[in-house]
């Protein structure tokens, strides 16, 4: 059984910056690739951030390209996601997510396990 567990949201102001952690346990971490989502209210789940297995390889979606990062540290079994120059636009449930492959998708149901949600709220 795999469980996710994120941390980190919270209420910051815009400009301001956010790292969320996702901490993944279960079998071996590296066999899997790692996805965030966000769910604003009244939205659809939409694409933040993917990372391969291995940490080789990242993809980001459109509404937070330029403005993050994601990595990963295999040691801690943990993924993290830095979110900078934020906006009320960012305001969302944060989901982390992982799929039984080491190589990451983009959509929702590539994903196998999920965590609960972390909330980041970006005032304005």
């Known amino acids: 059984q795999v469980q996710l567990e994120e941390s980190g949201g919270g209420l910051v102001q815009a400009g301001g910056s956010l790292r969320l952690s996702c901490a993944v346990s279960?079998?071996?971490?590296?066999?899997?690739?790692v996805g965030w989502f966000r769910q604003a209210p009244g939205k659809e789940r939409e694409f933040a951030a993917a990372?391969?297995?291995?940490?080789?390889?990242?993809y980001y979606g459109d509404p937070v390209k330029g403005r993050s990062a994601i990595s990963r540290d295999n040691a801690k079994s943990t993924v993290y996601l830095q979110l900078n120059s934020l906006k009320p636009e960012d305001t969302a449930v944060y989901y982390c997510?992982?799929?039984?492959?080491?190589?990451?998708?983009?959509?929702?149901?590539?994903?196998?396990?999920w965590g609960q949600g972390t909330r980041v709220t970006v005032s304005s």
């Open positions: 279960g079998r071996t971490f590296t066999r899997y690739a």
């Open positions: 997510a992982a799929a039984e492959t080491p190589t990451y998708g983009g959509s929702w149901d590539y994903y196998d396990y």
């Open positions: 990372i391969s297995g291995s940490g080789g390889a990242t």
